[in-house]
């Protein structure tokens, strides 16, 4: 075998740093791309609750992802990926998702996109106060001031006691909740299980509830445009999650998890053109504070080497 020397050693030195950063241009591409998909499921989930029972487009949404997740994963890992040390933990953390996903239509329903996409951002910072106060992690100083700049940020954007602070801001509150949890049941799951198999259970389970209780919401759809809608739903969250894995198949998490912050800026496109708002300049301030202090607290998740966070989407 030839060791390679002088320019020889240089240049394939050079070619190797060229794939690296070619690589991680590629991943940075692709999560901005995963980002859109899912600002676009989101703006697809508020014009779909213009006319269709919010029941029925949770139930569609999960029906589409499960059949989609079996048809792809069942016929390379067989029954293997159906194997799980923790039954009901898998069905637990699906209802948390899927009360989630009823959340955030309710939220999409009284709430503009980008006021909603980023109240939404602040659960990664939720999951800093559950695991101090119930796993019992040790939080830094510098994470802490992360998390009080987030909930400035929140608070800048609901404004309590003002005009625009009704009872629907509750229901974005209510999903950051769930979702956190979500979260640190996934921490917990992701120690001893697949994560292809956390996957799968996820959308069967949230499909499997909501068809019990699809049948009492159903209804015929006023035009093919929401049927539509819901298949865009479908289609845009099982790519926008496909993306992202090919994300992080090319880039480290360290120097992806902060574009995930750009889905708040497709969210201002989506309401701008869909819905014709634009947020105030108050509105956007806490916008800011909330993109600045999650995109620090995402960074410092990876280099503490724990569990990422996945962006929001409904």
């Known amino acids: 075998m030839t060791i390679p020397s002088g320019d020889g050693a240089q240049n394939a030195v050079k070619r190797t740093r060229d794939l690296e950063s070619e690589r991680i241009l590629a991943g940075i591409a692709l999560v901005i791309l995963a980002v859109a998909c899912f600002a676009t499921l989101d703006t697809a989930t508020k014009l779909s609750t213009l006319s269709v029972p919010i029941l029925m487009g949770v139930w569609f949404r999960y029906a589409f992802q499960a059949v989609a997740?079996?048809?792809?994963?069942l016929p390379r890992h067989g029954t293997a990926l159906l194997r799980t040390q923790h039954p009901r933990y898998q069905v637990l953390r699906g209802a948390l998702l899927l009360a989630s996903s009823m959340l955030a239509f309710l939220s999409l329903r009284y709430m503009p996109l980008a006021e909603f996409t980023s109240v939404v951002l602040v659960a990664p910072?939720?999951?800093?106060?559950?695991?101090a106060t119930t796993l019992k992690e040790e939080v830094s100083p510098l994470r802490w001031a992360l998390v009080i700049g987030g909930f400035v940020g929140t608070l800048i954007i609901l404004r309590p006691g003002g005009d625009a602070f009704?009872?629907?801001?509750?229901?974005?509150?209510?999903?950051?909740?769930?979702?956190a949890w979500f979260q640190v049941l996934t921490s917990k799951l992701a120690k001893t299980e697949n994560p292809l198999t956390m996957h799968f259970y996820t959308g069967w389970v949230g499909a499997l509830i909501?068809?019990?209780?699809?049948?009492?919401?159903w209804t015929a759809l006023p035009s093919w445009h929401s049927w539509a809608l819901l298949c865009l739903m479908g289609f845009m969250g099982t790519v926008g999650?496909?993306?992202?894995?090919?994300?992080?198949q090319r880039a480290p998490?360290?120097?992806?998890?902060?574009y995930l912050y750009a889905q708040i800026a497709f969210a201002m496109f989506g309401g701008w053109l869909m819905f014709s708002h634009v947020p105030d300049a108050t509105s956007l301030l806490g916008?800011?504070?909330?993109?600045?202090?999650?995109?620090?607290?995402?960074?410092?998740?990876?280099?503490?080497?724990?569990?990422?966070?996945?962006?929001?989407?409904?």
């Not at 999650?241 to 994300?247: C, M, P, T």
């Not at 410092?300 to 989407?313: F, H, K, N, Q, S």
């Open 253 to 258: 998490a360290s120097t992806l998890t902060p």
């Open 210 to 217: 909501a068809s019990i209780a699809v049948p009492f919401a």
């Open 166 to 179: 009704t009872w629907a801001v509750l229901l974005p509150l209510g999903l950051v909740l769930s979702n």
């Open 69 to 73: 997740t079996a048809l792809v994963l």
């Open 287 to 314: 916008m800011a504070l909330i993109a600045v202090c999650g995109a620090a607290g995402a960074w410092l998740t990876v280099r503490e080497r724990r569990v990422p966070i996945e962006p929001a989407e409904s």
């Open 125 to 131: 910072l939720v999951i800093t106060l559950l695991a």
């Open 241 to 248: 999650h496909f993306i992202l894995i090919l994300a992080y």
